[in-house]
């Protein structure tokens, strides 16, 4: 779709609440007028925009550049990235919140339309790319890292949290906000995503709106929801995992052997395996007869493998993070992350220097074409794979490997670490699910027998604890959840081996039952959840010394400060004899700098982005639109009425910044009547798996949500991901853009940015991005912003911090209805405002 926006006067204030175009404002007084006239817009989608309002009033410096850290791959000191290092301050009170809330009325917007063209480059870029196959996986070196983003770790226990939320934030998800002052740490809590700008607090699985519109006036009559959460309030109702890793080593078992922490020597199996470097492997990989597996490869299938697996837990507790975000926290449940001091861990990359790149020079049978260039030419049949194995492929429709399958099946064979990079959407839970399943196949012959001899021995606790072999931990739940059903479908003819998954959000008492009643050998869990287990679960500590398999589906989220600690305690939870295998489509620098944390030193990384070629597929387009805040609403609406109509088949992803803004824009796409679900942390997890599904399975369907669904989700088909507001960084931003173009498919993304985020585009320069124009906007707006009015006014009563002041509430609202372009607020029945507790309240009219 070819956008077109001209740069008409037509402002939209508090877009976000109203997609209606309708006010004109000269460029040159928009500013002030724009900030005046859209106060929760501006919270909805500005973190930095809050910010800045914020800091001269704690004190606070607001960084000019928020720090995306550079797209280049090859490390650059530090501070020259700065990633997240802006800051975000933190509302002490309610009462301070109702003053952001005011103080962004008067405050000046600073809107440009100015936008950074880097056409010819990314299209110079774009045409290479296509040429550029992955003949040549290409590795790096373990240079440089990149400056980490300065998120401070803070000790903030969540509990405080309040104001600056995540409304105004747009950033990601690992933000949390932070009381502290400093703001500039703060600290994701379980539930912390729910965090909503407005100082409330969520718990996960409530509904965040739902408390306080529950007690408050009676909205219900108001809102016709359907969201168990009624964070809605207009009553538009609307209404995932993978990785793992397999193991060979040498033959000693050591399941139920204690390890002891020592870091990450490299202690290896017993085998052979280990001495191999990338070189030899390449080489023979080039003589191989499969392409991807030569006959020493293949003999490896024979062998007998140790696996192990394990499971993983929720993900609503990491804790938190900083960064720009404090203010805007975001969804916990996805994205956590801590922050804190990476410096430290900067100099710990000498340490490494044994770590072997494999990633380039492996060779595919033949470069891949078209739509299928994500295939290799090796075959699965072609591979020492058991009968029962390849009918399991076969039924799931895979004939020929992936490149990364391809590039990561011997060496995972060879029992080495490996650390994987490959693009979006091509394969990589099968490429570490698939070989730990050929590894229980063999262990099958001996699993029985192990039963058999714990059966005979006296009763003890280990005869109900089996232990687990494969351990794959996923930063979300739906991609847990995802790659437990992909296990699950490989695993068809193997019904003795059993997967299960663990993940908030469910009950612990009920995973811990089943994790009784049906022992498994390969666990996908969240970090949270898993350290609930192992903290809470009888015998799940011993179960865990079977371990031969971890795997850390991405990887790089994993490792990054939010979820580092929780990483770090699964992994001393597990033996140190085991293979670790890591999967991800980026890989910054500074992961690589602290992947020793995982890895022994030995590791291979097999970079299937080749050097110098784009992160992202060729095959969707990229485009980008700067544009004020209080079009972004509209523009949004517009755009998507754009594809709609020429793709009747159309299924969106529309990522936003925070849990709260995914809501409102949900609700307002559903309140001009798109067929729209929503998706975020706030939700219960009964409601996400269902949406997930249904997504899955749909077409003619938007999906806006938070970055719950930024990474992993595997949706078939998506058309079109639309970005509103800064992506938490140039790894989202990839991910978020690689739920379409999967399997080689064509897709689009847009990214959608006001003028003061703009400085994100250098952080992407180097991806095929192009600058779009402005669409034309749909003048036919007037009646919508009418009900959207109504359903502003209906939210933000239901809001304890905003609609306790019902005459703020209400000037508040008239400005709304100002900013869509209304003469006067629009009239509201007396029964609905009666409901509302807003009768008689000045400014108000009703009919
Ligand atoms: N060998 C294969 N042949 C055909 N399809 C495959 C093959 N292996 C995996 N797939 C399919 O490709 C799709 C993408 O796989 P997957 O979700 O593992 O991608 P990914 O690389 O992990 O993506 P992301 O980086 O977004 O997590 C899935 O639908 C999966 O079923």
Same mark, same amino acid.
């Given at each position: 779709?070819?956008?077109?926006?001209?740069?008409?006067?037509?402002?939209?204030?508090?877009?976000?609440?109203?997609?209606?175009?309708?006010?004109?404002?000269?460029?040159?007084?928009?500013?002030?007028?724009?900030?005046?006239?859209?106060?929760?817009?501006?919270?909805?989608?500005?973190?930095?925009?809050?910010?800045?309002?914020?800091?001269?009033?704690?004190?606070?410096?607001?960084?000019?550049?928020?720090?995306?850290?550079?797209?280049?791959?090859?490390?650059?000191?530090?501070?020259?990235?700065?990633?997240?290092?802006?800051?975000?301050?933190?509302?002490?009170?309610?009462?301070?919140?109702?003053?952001?809330?005011?103080?962004?009325?008067?405050?000046?917007?600073?809107?440009?339309?100015?936008?950074?063209?880097?056409?010819?480059?990314?299209?110079?870029?774009?045409?290479?790319?296509?040429?550029?196959?992955?003949?040549?996986?290409?590795?790096?070196?373990?240079?440089?890292?990149?400056?980490?983003?300065?998120?401070?770790?803070?000790?903030?226990?969540?509990?405080?949290?309040?104001?600056?939320?995540?409304?105004?934030?747009?950033?990601?998800?690992?933000?949390?906000?932070?009381?502290?002052?400093? !703001?500039?740490?703060? =600290?994701?809590?379980? #539930?912390? %995503? /729910? *965090?909503?700008? +407005? $100082? @409330?607090?969520? &718990?996960?699985?409530?509904?965040?709106?739902?408390?306080?519109?529950?007690?408050?006036?009676?909205?219900? !009559?108001?809102?016709? =929801?359907?969201?168990? #959460?009624? %964070? /809605? *309030?207009?009553? +538009? $109702? @609307?209404?995932? &995992?993978?990785?793992?890793?397999?193991?060979?080593?040498?033959?000693?078992?050591?399941?139920?052997?204690?390890?002891?922490?020592?870091?990450?020597?490299?202690?290896?199996?017993?085998?052979?395996?280990?001495?191999?470097?990338? &070189?030899?492997?390449?080489?023979?990989?080039?003589?191989?007869?499969?392409?991807?597996?030569?006959?020493?490869?293949?003999?490896?299938?024979?062998?007998?493998?140790?696996?192990?697996?394990?499971?993983?837990?929720?993900?609503?507790?990491?804790?938190?993070?900083?960064?720009?975000?404090?203010?805007?926290?975001?969804?916990?449940?996805?994205?956590?992350?801590?922050?804190?001091?990476?410096?430290?861990?900067?100099?710990?990359?000498?340490?490494?220097?044994?770590?072997?790149?494999?990633?380039?020079?492996?060779?595919?049978?033949?470069?891949?074409?078209?739509?299928?260039?994500?295939?290799?030419?090796?075959?699965?049949?072609?591979?020492?794979?058991?009968?029962?194995?390849?009918?399991?492929?076969?039924?799931?429709?895979?004939?020929?490997?992936?490149?990364?399958?391809?590039?990561?099946?011997?060496?995972?064979?060879?029992?080495?670490?490996?650390?994987?990079?490959?693009?979006?959407?091509?394969?990589?839970?099968?490429?570490?699910?698939?070989?730990?399943?050929?590894?229980?196949?063999?262990?099958?012959?001996?699993?029985?027998?192990?039963?058999?001899?714990?059966?005979?021995?006296?009763?003890?606790?280990?005869?109900?604890?089996?232990?687990?072999?494969?351990?794959?931990?996923?930063?979300?739940?739906?991609?847990?959840?995802?790659?437990?059903?992909?296990?699950?479908?490989?695993?068809?003819?193997?019904?003795?081996?059993?997967?299960?998954?663990?993940?908030?959000?469910?009950?612990?008492?009920?995973?811990?039952?089943?994790?009784?009643?049906?022992?498994?050998?390969?666990?996908?869990?969240?970090?949270?959840?898993?350290?609930?287990?192992?903290?809470?679960?009888?015998?799940?500590?011993?179960?865990?010394?079977?371990?031969?398999?971890?795997?850390?589906?991405?990887?790089?989220?994993?490792?990054?400060?939010?979820?580092?600690?929780?990483?770090?305690?699964?992994?001393?939870?597990?033996?140190?004899?085991?293979?670790?295998?890591?999967?991800?489509?980026?890989?910054?620098?500074?992961?690589?700098?602290?992947?020793?944390?995982?890895?022994?030193?030995?590791?291979?990384?097999?970079?299937?982005?080749?050097?110098?070629?784009?992160?992202?597929?060729?095959?969707?387009?990229?485009?980008?639109?700067?544009?004020?805040?209080?079009?972004?609403?509209?523009?949004?609406?517009?755009?998507?009425?754009?594809?709609?109509?020429?793709?009747?088949?159309?299924?969106?992803?529309?990522?936003?910044?925070?849990?709260?803004?995914?809501?409102?824009?949900?609700?307002?796409?559903?309140?001009?009547?798109?067929?729209?679900?929503?998706?975020?942390?706030?939700?219960?997890?009964?409601?996400?798996?269902?949406?997930?599904?249904?997504?899955?399975?749909?077409?003619?369907?938007?999906?806006?949500?938070?970055?719950?669904?930024?990474?992993?989700?595997?949706?078939?088909?998506?058309?079109?991901?639309?970005?509103?507001?800064?992506?938490?960084?140039?790894?989202?931003?990839?991910?978020?853009?690689?739920?379409?173009?999967?399997?080689?498919?064509?897709?689009?993304?847009?990214?959608?940015?006001?003028?003061?985020?703009?400085?994100?585009?250098?952080?992407?320069?180097?991806?095929?991005?192009?600058?779009?124009?402005?669409?034309?906007?749909?003048?036919?707006?007037?009646?919508?912003?009418?009900?959207?009015?109504?359903?502003?006014?209906?939210?933000?009563?239901?809001?304890?911090?905003?609609?306790?002041?019902?005459?703020?509430?209400?000037?508040?609202?008239?400005?709304?209805?100002?900013?869509?372009?209304?003469?006067?607020?629009?009239?509201?029945?007396?029964?609905?405002?009666?409901?509302?507790?807003?009768?008689?309240?000045?400014?108000?009219?009703?009919?």
């Amino acid at each position: 779709m070819l956008l077109k926006l001209p740069q008409q006067s037509v402002c939209f204030l508090n877009a976000t609440f109203s997609p209606l175009p309708l006010i004109r404002v000269s460029p040159s007084a928009s500013s002030s007028f724009l900030m005046k006239s859209s106060p929760i817009v501006s919270k909805m989608f500005t973190f930095k925009l809050k910010h800045r309002l914020l800091s001269p009033k704690l004190g606070l410096q607001f960084p000019n550049n928020l720090g995306f850290r550079a797209f280049s791959t090859r490390s650059r000191p530090s501070s020259s990235r700065g990633e997240t290092s802006a800051s975000k301050s933190l509302i002490e009170d309610e009462a301070e919140l109702s003053d952001w809330v005011s103080g962004l009325r008067t405050n000046s917007l600073r809107a440009g339309l100015g936008t950074e063209d880097e056409d010819s480059d990314n299209e110079r870029k774009r045409r290479g790319s296509m040429k550029r196959r992955r003949e040549s996986y290409d590795s790096d070196g373990f240079e440089g890292f990149r400056g980490r983003r300065e998120r401070n770790s803070d000790d903030l226990d969540g509990s405080r949290r309040r104001g600056g939320g995540d409304f105004g934030a747009r950033s990601n998800s690992k933000r949390r906000v932070n009381d502290d002052l400093d !703001g500039f740490r703060g =600290r994701r809590t379980r #539930n912390s %995503d /729910d *965090f909503d700008g +407005f $100082g @409330r607090r969520g &718990s996960k699985g409530d509904n965040d709106f739902g408390a306080s519109q529950r007690g408050s006036n009676g909205l219900d !009559g108001f809102r016709t =929801r359907n969201m168990m #959460n009624s %964070d /809605d *309030f207009d009553g +538009f $109702g @609307r209404h995932n &995992s993978r990785k793992s890793v397999y193991r060979k080593r040498g033959l000693k078992n050591d399941m139920y052997e204690e390890e002891e922490n020592e870091g990450f020597l490299p202690k290896r199996g017993i085998g052979s395996l280990q001495a191999e470097r990338s &070189s030899e492997f390449s080489n023979r990989q080039r003589g191989g007869r499969s392409g991807g597996v030569s006959r020493e490869d293949r003999e490896v299938f024979g062998r007998k493998n140790l696996m192990v697996s394990d499971e993983e837990s929720d993900e609503d507790e990491r804790v938190e993070l900083s960064g720009l975000g404090g203010l805007l926290k975001d969804d916990l449940d996805d994205e956590d992350e801590d922050e804190e001091d990476v410096s430290a861990l900067r100099g710990a990359s000498s340490l490494f220097g044994e770590k072997k790149d494999v990633s380039a020079g492996l060779e595919s049978k033949s470069p891949p074409k078209g739509s299928d260039s994500y295939l290799s030419e090796t075959r699965f049949d072609e591979c020492a794979i058991s009968p029962l194995s390849l009918k399991g492929i076969r039924d799931a429709g895979y004939k020929k490997m992936t490149l990364v399958q391809e590039a990561t099946l011997p060496v995972i064979l060879r029992g080495k670490d490996v650390l994987a990079k490959a693009k979006t959407g091509t394969g990589k839970t099968v490429a570490f699910l698939l070989w730990p399943k050929e590894e229980l196949v063999d262990d099958c012959i001996e699993l029985p027998s192990i039963e058999v001899v714990l059966q005979s021995s006296p009763p003890d606790r280990d005869q109900k604890r089996p232990p687990i072999l494969v351990l794959v931990i996923c930063p979300t739940r739906e991609l847990a959840s995802q790659a437990a059903a992909e296990a699950n479908s490989l695993l068809k003819y193997h019904p003795s081996i059993g997967v299960q998954v663990v993940i908030g959000g469910t009950r612990l008492a009920l995973e811990q039952k089943r994790l009784q009643a049906n022992p498994c050998q390969i666990l996908v869990a969240t970090p949270g959840r898993l350290r609930d287990h192992i903290e809470n679960t009888a015998g799940f500590a011993t179960r865990l010394k079977g371990i031969k398999v971890l795997v850390l589906d991405e990887a790089d989220h994993l490792l990054d400060m939010g979820f580092r600690k929780e990483i770090e305690r699964i992994i001393d939870a597990v033996p140190k004899q085991r293979q670790t295998l890591l999967f991800s489509a980026t890989v910054p620098d500074e992961v690589r700098q602290i992947c020793h944390i995982a890895l022994k030193r030995d590791y291979e990384f097999i970079n299937t982005v080749q050097e110098g070629s784009e992160e992202t597929h060729a095959q969707v387009r990229q485009s980008h639109l700067v544009t004020p805040l209080d079009k972004h609403f509209s523009l949004l609406y517009v755009l998507l009425k754009e594809h709609i109509s020429d793709d009747v088949d159309y299924k969106v992803l529309v990522f936003c910044t925070t849990a709260m803004v995914t809501k409102l824009v949900a609700n307002f796409l559903g309140e001009l009547n798109l067929n729209v679900r929503e998706i975020h942390s706030r939700k219960p997890q009964s409601y996400r798996t269902r949406v997930s599904d249904e997504f899955r399975k749909s077409k003619g369907l938007i999906l806006v949500t938070s970055d719950v669904s930024a990474r992993g989700v595997d949706y078939p088909d998506v058309t079109l991901v639309i970005q509103i507001g800064l992506p938490a960084d140039r790894e989202q931003y990839i991910h978020r853009l690689g739920r379409t173009g999967r399997k080689g498919k064509e897709g689009q993304g847009i990214l959608l940015l006001a003028p003061w985020e703009e400085f994100f585009l250098s952080a992407i320069k180097d991806l095929p991005m192009t600058k779009a124009s402005s669409p034309a906007v749909d003048p036919d707006t007037r009646k919508k912003a009418k009900s959207a009015y109504q359903s502003w006014l209906g939210y933000y009563n239901s809001n304890k911090n905003v609609g306790r002041d019902k005459y703020r509430l209400v000037e508040l609202a008239n400005e709304f209805s100002r900013s869509m372009g209304l003469d006067n607020p629009p009239a509201i029945p007396k029964l609905v405002l009666g409901k509302m507790g807003l009768r008689n309240i000045p400014g108000l009219r009703s009919k």
